[in-house]
T-cell receptor
């Protein structure tokens, strides 16, 4: 069964460093998302991406964040200058041809630890 | 602030019994609703979705949606120890943004 994959599974970085989190969505999906979950808290929406542009972004997704689909398979989230409060699980999700409200399937997540 | 509210639990359920989970939402623009299961340290795993008023059954799971009351529920029949997890309710808006509740922790006791 197709699945969303994410790399790395765990990333440790120093405050102020740049990190890139990588995702490979399900191959025929058209809509891509990033969510994050701080330990013990809700899953929070960060950004949605369709047709090579951002569809919607949350207040969390400030100028330090960017997303890119550099080729036909990868979808990346970059944090330019990490802060301690960026420590969280980051989940990539994708959905298919049923439109924006179609079911989203989540990847296994990347645990980001900022020291 | 558009919210999805769930009781945090834990909801303790004897093995073989029915677990009943509830969720309310404030955004009347939400199109569909999803129940995800999340094991500790893992990603959300889809259980089922519902977009029409009424009941929807899938195996041991039944979801119920009442848009007038802005209420979504999930029943888990014949609960098993492997059902012990946090259950996340989420609504999706027209832009595809999932708004999650904080989740209800379910503990199935043998």
């Amino acid at each position: 069964e197709p699945e969303v994959t994410q790399t790395p599974s765990h990333q440790v970085t120093q405050m102020g460093q740049e990190v890139i989190l990588r995702c490979v969505p399900i191959s025929n999906h058209l809509y891509f998302y990033w969510y994050r979950q701080i330990l013990g808290q809700k899953v929070e929406f960060l950004v949605s991406f369709y047709n090579n542009e951002i569809s919607e972004k949350s207040e969390i997704f400030d100028d330090q964040f960017s997303v890119e689909r550099p080729d036909g398979s990868n979808f990346t989230l970059k944090i330019r200058s990490t802060k301690l409060e960026d420590s969280a699980m980051y989940f990539c999700a994708s959905s298919g041809i049923g439109g924006r409200t179609d079911t989203q399937y989540f990847g296994p997540g990347t645990r980001l630890t900022v020291l | 602030q558009k919210e999805v509210e769930q009781n945090s639990g834990p909801l303790s359920v004897p093995e073989g019994a029915i677990a009943s989970l509830n969720c309310t939402y404030s955004d009347r623009g939400s199109q569909s609703f999803f129940w995800y299961r999340q094991y500790s340290g893992k990603s959300p795993e889809l259980i089922m979705f519902i977009y029409s008023n009424g009941d929807k059954e899938d195996g041991r799971f039944t979801a119920q949606l009442n848009k007038a009351s802005q209420y979504v529920s999930l029943l888990i029949r014949d609960s098993q120890p492997s059902d012990s997890a946090t259950y996340l309710c989420a609504g999706v808006d027209s832009w595809g943004k999932l708004q999650f509740g904080a989740g209800t922790q379910v503990v199935v006791t043998p």
